[in-house]
């Protein structure tokens, strides 16, 4: 089957012309048109044809309702800005702002009155412009009579909220407290709320005192795919290059999909050619850091990822009981046989197969989830065993192993990214996508490699606050201060006009976009004054 992939392609059927419909229903006409016709059409055409048809009256009485509901979810979808896409799209080729928007619509199409909606970061993927427009749905949620709450980082919708619940003070066992309760100008004045300094302004990411300029270029010569019209789109290399541009204008499609595809495929090749990309043999290596977990399973931790967990293995194998037993590093680890528990094998959890129902973890009887052997749990460093250390969050280790330059080395980069209160020996299934990020993102500044490496991160800011930004910003100048070069796709402010570079695309989504609007400096951009970016970058500049 694997051999027969690499030769098989797909084409339109020519029996259904890529309807997907029988003959039979492809002859059943409303209003001279058929299904097949409708789910063909751009969501904004089917919304302008919806409004022109008329109906008899024991027609109205058949289609009436149906087609009111239709108008009506039909006019949704297009208020909220994605009127450019065919109801016939493919969900694979939806950029994650589309798919955000169209789970929204999915949510709130129904009307409700008197519902509770709770959204978990609508904003995700979204252009300024976009938000305002999700602001005025959600407005209007509430004005039909229904409660809305919104877990957000987003300023624009804190400012027009109601009433504002501010968790912390800071993450992890520092938080999970309600720091603030009250109305977005109420907040603007607590002086114990992060978020409050950040609205303010008495906190805030800088903007660079100077822009780093380009020397060498990585250009990708006439893309084509999806809406992309493209003949030339250059990156600055040694720099942090940011691609912008409304959802759905081709960020995606430019660089994941022509981009990093090609890049993967001439790094994997011996051969190394290309005749899309030019300039991509200045870079030792490339690297897509994206939010997918780090690990699939309870073996891949924060601490094995960074690899601190090789220096702090090796510390414990020069303690005085483990060489008394003759132990080796191998011995603490959870991965091998050795010191970890042979009950569970180092997963600290037993899976019992249920035979007709979803299979159930119990934690191990013979470690207590500990994974570890009890002779292993015996040895200590400084009365910590290497269970404690596994529990240990990053900032706790960091002060415990204060004497220890390699594993301070490998654990800083997660304090500097932002991520002290991860302990060292969480699963990485359980971390977030944007945990995920950043812990990839602190391996490679943990290695002192000096080799000129491309990032490419689509929307590294996703649920993350202000101040994990502003973090995150500094972990970008420390990776171009190696000698690495950065393509961030992002809708952010505070990153956009961090950036030495954008690359604007446009001017709006789907059909309309696909174009070069811009490229140069955040100065440059509001200058210029074409960009749909222009009058929210403008308001974050000097």
Not at 406 to 411: E, T, Y
Request: net charge negative.
């Amino acid at each position: 089957r694997i051999l027969h992939a690499r030769y098989r392609g797909y084409t339109t059927c020519t029996e259904c012309d890529g309807s997907r419909l029988r003959l039979s229903a492809r002859q059943v006409f409303v209003q001279n048109v058929t299904m097949a016709d409708i789910v063909r059409m751009r969501i904004e055409e089917l919304h302008a044809l919806l409004k022109t048809w008329e109906f008899s009256a024991y027609e109205e009485g058949v289609a009436g309702k149906i087609v009111e509901e239709l108008k009506k979810r039909i006019g949704l979808l297009d208020e909220i800005g994605v009127g450019y896409l065919t109801l016939d799209r493919l969900a694979h080729t939806l950029s994650g702002g589309e798919s955000q928007r169209l789970n929204l619509a999915t949510s709130i199409g129904s009307s409700l009155v008197g519902a509770l909606y709770v959204l978990d970061e609508p904003s995700i993927g979204l252009h300024p412009r976009d938000t305002e427009r999700l602001i005025n749905i959600l407005i209007r949620l509430r004005k039909l009579g229904n409660t809305v709450v919104v877990v957000e980082h987003d300023a624009d919708i804190m400012k027009a909220a109601d009433h504002i619940i501010d968790m912390g003070p800071h993450a992890g066992e520092h938080g999970g407290e309600i720091v603030f309760e009250g109305s977005p100008d109420a907040l603007s004045r607590s002086r114990k709320s992060l978020t409050s300094q950040y609205l303010r302004g008495k906190l805030e990411v800088a903007v660079p005192a100077t822009r780093r300029q380009a020397t060498d270029w990585l250009r990708i010569v006439k893309p084509r795919a999806n809406n992309l019209m493209l003949e030339q789109v250059s990156f600055g290399i040694g720099v942090l290059n940011v691609v912008t541009g409304v959802s759905g204008s081709g960020k995606s499609t430019l660089v994941n999909d022509v981009l990093t595809k090609e890049l993967k495929r001439v790094f994997s090749s011996e051969a190394g050619i290309s005749t899309l990309i030019e300039g991509f043999e200045q870079f030792s290596a490339f690297e897509f850091v994206d939010q997918a977990p780090i690990g699939r399973s309870p073996r891949s931790t924060p601490a094995t990822y960074t690899k601190a967990f090789d220096a702090i293995r090796d510390l414990f194998s020069h303690t005085q009981a483990a060489r008394q037993l003759g132990w080796k590093p191998g011995h603490f680890s959870f991965n091998v046989p050795g010191g970890r528990c042979q009950e569970c094998e180092g997963d600290g959890v037993v899976k019992v197969e249920m035979q007709f129902l979803a299979d159930v973890e119990l934690q191990c009887e013979e470690c207590g989830g500990t994974r570890y052997r009890r002779e292993a749990r015996n040895i200590k460093y400084k009365t910590k065993s290497i269970v404690d250390v596994l529990e240990m969050t990053v900032d706790e280790a960091l002060e415990f192993f204060a004497s220890e330059t390699k594993i301070v080395n490998k654990l800083q980069p997660l304090a500097d990214v932002g991520l002290g209160y991860v302990r060292l020996g969480q699963p990485g299934n359980t971390l977030s996508g944007g945990e995920s990020q950043r812990i990839k993102l602190a391996g490679h500044l943990a290695q002192r490699s000096e080799d000129n490496m491309l990032f490419v991160l689509d929307e590294p800011t996703t649920g993350l606050h202000f101040h994990d930004i502003a973090k995150l910003i500094e972990c970008f100048e420390k990776l171009i201060s190696k000698g690495h070069t950065l393509i961030v796709i992002e809708h952010n402010v505070d990153v956009i006009k961090c950036a030495d570079r954008i690359v604007d695309l446009g001017p709006d989504a789907g059909p309309n976009g696909g174009q070069l609007v811009f490229e140069g400096t955040p100065e440059a951009l509001v200058a210029e004054g074409k960009s749909r970016l222009t009058s929210f970058l403008q308001e974050v500049l000097p």
